[in-house]
Nanobody, 115 residues
Framework: QVRLVESGGGLVQAGGSLRLSCAAS????????MGWYRQAPGKQRELVTT???????NWSDSVKGRFTISRDNAKNTVYLQMNSLKPEDTAVYYC?????????WGQGTLVTVSS
């Protein structure tokens, strides 16, 4: 079993920055994928970005150039640095992990960007 715990959400003005963290614990294989999805009110959950343990990344075009993902493999932690935030970035952000072929989700952290 794997547990994902997110932190760092909150309220920020448009143009501001936030940093999300997600720490994974449990039986974690060294080769895995971690990342972030988000779900805005009334919309489906969508990919934000993912990063493999080898640090290959995948991005949503809507955040490319504004957000940065990084990870600390020793701590099994992934970070999402969000800059130049826009009101349309408002959503619940979910940490995601694929470990040994099984997908796990965090409980979500709310990011609200005011205009």
């Amino acid at each position: 079993q794997v547990r994902l715990v997110e932190s760092g959400g909150g309220l920020v003005q448009a143009g501001g920055s936030l940093r999300l963290s997600c720490a994974a614990s449990g039986s974690i294989f060294s080769i895995n994928l971690m990342g972030w999805y988000r779900q805005a009110p009334g919309k489906q959950r969508e990919l934000v970005t993912t990063i493999t343990s080898g640090r290959s990344t995948n991005w949503s075009d809507s955040v490319k150039g504004r957000f940065t993902i990084s990870r600390d493999n020793a701590k099994n932690t992934v970070y999402l640095q969000m800059n130049s935030l826009k009101p349309e970035d408002t959503a619940v952000y979910y940490c995601h992990m694929i470990n040994r072929g099984v997908a796990y989700w965090g409980q979500g952290t709310l990011v609200t960007v005011s205009s």
